[in-house]
T-cell receptor, first 114, second 113 residues
């Protein structure tokens, strides 16, 4: 595997379900990100992890719970979601340093909440 | 309050002509700007970037121009090809070491053969 991978690619869940999204980066980067992309809206940053430590939480509801066990893996745990949470969830990674390097994105998980 | 704006939701150009995608921003603390390209069912892929200390960066058919006084940047694609048809996102980084990016809402480019 190369780059940034995400599983599953598609997920349909009910409002009472608990599920997790997984992201893995094979680039040796030190930062990972979760974004939400809803229709007709900009990419919304949800969480940032630098060296496994959460450095940003963009006022995300507690029904979204991130986990970063190591610098290569990032999870997004989902529980009691709402239909308006249906969106494309994108993971990204980058090597944060003094000279900026771009973020590399995974293919995303298309989430539908019924 | 949207700090990065792409006011044109879509753009259609003929193959071989120039495509110009525009982006405006409000935060003068942005120190780095990037353009990403996104095909359906795929994640965004990095295209080209520019530091705030420069006004132009060129990479093959792609050139990004930055006008700091106007807080405006643009992406020029010349000549445009049908494979360039995608959604283009402008993004900006605040001067910090978190790597956080602020994205625009995207412009859908269609290049007609």
């Amino acid at each position: 595997e190369t780059g940034v991978t995400q599983t599953p690619r598609h997920l349909v869940m009910g409002m009472t379900n608990k599920k997790s999204l997984k992201c893995e980066q094979h680039l040796g980067h030190n930062a990972m990100y979760w974004y939400k992309q809803s229709a007709k809206k900009p990419l919304e940053l949800m969480f940032v992890y630098n060296f496994k430590e959460q450095t940003e939480n963009n006022s995300v509801p507690s029904r979204f719970s991130p986990e970063c066990p190591n610098s290569s893996h990032l999870f997004l745990h989902l529980h009691t979601l709402q239909p308006e949470d249906s969106a494309l969830y994108l993971c990204a990674s980058s090597q944060v340093s003094l000279s900026y390097n771009e973020q590399f994105f995974g293919p995303g998980t298309r989430l539908t909440v019924l | 309050d949207q700090q990065v704006k792409q006011n044109s939701p879509s753009l259609s150009v003929q193959e071989g002509r120039i495509s110009i995608l525009n982006c405006d921003y409000t935060n003068s603390m942005f120190d780095y700007f990037l353009w990403y390209k996104k095909y359906p069912a795929e994640g965004p892929t990095f295209l080209i970037s520019i530091s705030s200390i420069k006004d132009k960066n060129e990479d093959g058919r792609f050139t990004v121009f930055l006008n700091k006084s106007a807080k405006h940047l643009s992406l020029h694609i010349v000549p445009s090809q049908p494979g360039d048809s995608a959604v283009y996102f402008c993004a900006a980084k605040v001067s910090s070491n978190t790597g956080k990016l602020i994205f625009g809402q995207g412009t859908t480019l269609q290049v007609k053969p």
